[in-house]
């Protein structure tokens, strides 16, 4: 039996052994995660409208295969495409959560997320953030989860669990390219 994660003093959650437990379904679904969908489900669930955290997990718990050209969309003329060797470097083996983001401000979840799909659909939807996820072979079955937060706010939020996943795997997740905002 795995033990269960509870909340460390600092927030990070740990097992009864004291490790850190990792960033996975199981983990985020007991800390108030919902979701947990591929984003073609998008459009047919209920994501909240205000301000949020969501993770994307890669379930598949083999090596990632990567796509030499990106199908989505070209942000401001800008091709999101990168090298093979980019993305390898990127690569986190072991963890499940592939990246970490905020839904802020007037954009809550639900357009965020909206905007998010979009953009892995080859559309130019203004998402920009975690575009190396659309360089997996199989991104098609990336799950999104999501929880609505109002204390902490969403961008100290999603810096306090990508600063989690560091202190975990040393690296920032797969597709986050900075720390986030505490703001």
Do not use: C
Not at 65 to 83: E, N
Not at 99 to 106: E, F, N, S, T
Not at 114 to 135: D, L, P, V
Not at 153 to 167: N, R, T
């Amino acid at each position: 039996m795995t033990p269960e994660p509870e909340p460390a003093e600092n927030g990070l959650a740990t097992d009864s052994a004291g490790s850190r437990a990792p960033l996975t379904r199981a983990t985020l679904d007991e800390r108030g995660f919902l979701g947990f969908v591929p984003f073609a489900d998008l459009p047919h669930s209920a994501v909240p409208a205000g301000e949020g955290i969501y993770v994307v997990l890669r379930p598949a718990a083999s090596p990632p295969v990567f796509l030499t050209r990106s199908p989505a969309g070209h942000r401001k003329g800008h091709d999101p495409s990168t090298t093979t060797a980019t993305l390898n470097s990127a690569w986190v083996p072991g963890a499940t959560a592939v990246y970490v983001g905020k839904a802020a401000g007037r954009q809550g979840l639900s357009k965020r997320l909206n905007a998010f799909r979009r953009q892995g659909q080859g559309r130019n939807a203004g998402h920009s953030g975690g575009e190396y996820i659309w360089q997996l072979a199989d991104s098609d079955t990336l799950l999104v989860a999501w929880r609505s937060v109002a204390d902490p706010p969403a961008g100290q939020a999603e810096a306090e669990l990508i600063a989690e996943f560091i202190v975990l795997h040393g690296v920032l997740p797969f597709a986050n390219r900075n720390r986030g905002s505490s703001i």
